[in-house]
């Protein structure tokens, strides 16, 4: 942590100097697993009118499930509606940059932890009402690394040369919508060790990079001998217990799981947010938005594939990533101190077992 906590957001104001600027990250555990069972269908949610995303199987355990996130979605907006509120009762509402968004996909299969857009799209709202033209919806490539810099610029501050990040200044003065900025045409994603989740003594990760354009997403896993999301085999993991742990625990990964072998299509969904991955990846985001169906293998698209995955490796090598410059390992190397996911009961049965 950096810097005081406060109770709340008023606290804050009411205890900041009132004649300095200030910046506030405003955090909360919403909507982070796990879940009140059912608190979606309860605040008044038709689970018929959830849009499920295409990886996930229709059943109601999913469904209520994913209500249940957004419960907890709509319990953080309406946090965030309040501090605006308080911005605005003190007059400092259009003098402050507000930046809205998340910090990983929804604690799903397939989503976070997983460099598909269900995992690593995150939204973004950015209000600053004495300079920002409202209403407007851009499409240009930002990353996190763009905040800090943006802040920087915007209170005059020189940014650092060590910052690897872009303003967005430019975009957010523009008066456009759409693509405003003809270099931001893609952006770099990428994952390391989330979790350990692998068969003992394996304590490595998932190492994946991943290069998206408006047209393509191509991914390289370096260990495609690696779970991507972690062993089934919780009695050999690593973490003694840890139950495909790269995944959140909850209604919709039981369900996966339970009835993985409930028809071809419970199996396809299950392969796809469970099963191992070759060592690329690449879909057609015109035809495949959804990113389900990998082209990498295809002829058709052996060019593009090709094309992007020099692209990808050059700018990592010019970055200096460990990963492309044969020294990656030194990522499995660190002491990991969290913990994992576990198979359902395990704490419970190991405890009977012990004398």
């Given at each position: 942590l950096c810097g005081t906590r406060y109770k709340n957001f008023r606290q804050f104001l009411a205890d900041r100097p009132k004649d300095r600027p200030f910046c506030y990250w405003l955090g909360s555990s919403d909507p982070h697993r796990p879940y009140k069972r059912g608190?979606?269908?309860?605040?008044?949610?038709?689970?018929?009118?959830?849009?499920?995303?295409?990886?996930?199987?229709?059943?109601?355990?999913?469904?209520?499930?994913?209500?249940?996130?957004?419960?907890?979605?709509?319990?953080?907006?309406?946090?965030?509606?309040?501090?605006?509120?308080?911005?605005?009762?003190?007059?400092?509402?259009?003098?402050?940059?507000?930046?809205?968004?998340?910090?990983?996909?929804?604690p799903f299969p397939r989503c976070k932890s997983n460099l598909y857009d269900g995992g690593t799209r995150m939204p973004l709202a950015i209000r600053w009402g004495r300079r920002v033209k409202p209403g407007r919806q851009v499409e240009d490539f930002?990353?996190?690394?763009?905040?800090?810099?943006?802040?920087?610029?915007?209170?005059?501050?020189?940014?650092?040369?060590?910052?690897?990040?872009?303003?967005?200044?430019?975009?957010?003065?523009?008066d456009r919508s759409g693509r405003v900025d003809p270099t931001r045409d893609h952006v770099l994603v990428g994952k390391e060790r989330h979790v350990p989740a692998q068969e003992a003594p394996d304590w490595g990760g998932y190492p994946c990079r991943g290069?998206?354009?408006?047209?393509?997403?191509?991914?390289?896993?370096?260990?495609?001998?690696?779970?991507?999301?972690?062993?089934?085999?919780?009695?050999?993991?690593?973490?003694?217990?840890?139950?495909?742990?790269?995944?959140?625990?909850?209604?919709?990964?039981?369900?996966?799981?339970?009835?993985?072998?409930?028809?071809?299509?419970?199996?396809?969904?299950?392969?796809?947010?469970?099963?191992?991955?070759?060592?690329?990846?690449?879909y057609d985001l015109e035809s495949d938005p959804d990113q389900l169906h990998n082209v990498a293998a295809d002829p058709r698209y052996s060019a593009i594939r090709k094309r992007l995955a020099?692209?990808?490796?050059?700018?990592?090598?010019?970055?200096?990533?460990?990963?492309?410059?044969?020294?990656?390992?030194?990522?499995?190397?660190?002491?990991?101190?969290?913990?994992?996911?576990k198979y359902p009961g395990w704490e419970k049965n190991r405890n009977r077992a012990q004398p």
């Open positions: 608190s979606g269908a309860a605040s008044g949610m038709d689970l018929g009118k959830i849009k499920l995303f295409p990886c996930f199987p229709d059943a109601a355990e999913v469904r209520g499930d994913v209500a249940d996130y957004y419960f907890e979605v709509q319990r953080f907006d309406r946090l965030v509606g309040e501090a605006v509120a308080a911005l605005e009762e003190i007059g400092e509402l259009d003098n402050t940059i507000v930046v809205m968004t998340s910090d990983n996909g929804m930002v990353s996190f690394t763009d905040f800090a810099p943006t802040f920087l610029e915007a209170a005059g501050v020189p940014v650092p040369e060590e910052m690897t990040g872009r303003s967005l200044l430019r975009i957010l003065l523009s290069l998206r354009t408006h047209e393509f997403f191509y991914i390289r896993n370096f260990r495609p001998d690696r779970w991507p999301c972690g062993t089934p085999n919780y009695r050999r993991a690593v973490i003694p217990g840890a139950w495909y742990a790269d995944t959140d625990n909850g209604p919709t990964k039981t369900y996966m799981i339970e009835n993985k072998d409930k028809d071809p299509h419970h199996r396809t969904l299950y392969e796809l947010a469970f099963g191992k991955r070759p060592a690329e990846e690449l020099g692209r990808l490796m050059q700018e990592l090598r010019a970055t200096g990533d460990p990963r492309a410059l044969g020294r990656g390992d030194l990522f499995d190397a660190y002491p990991y101190l969290g913990g994992a996911p």
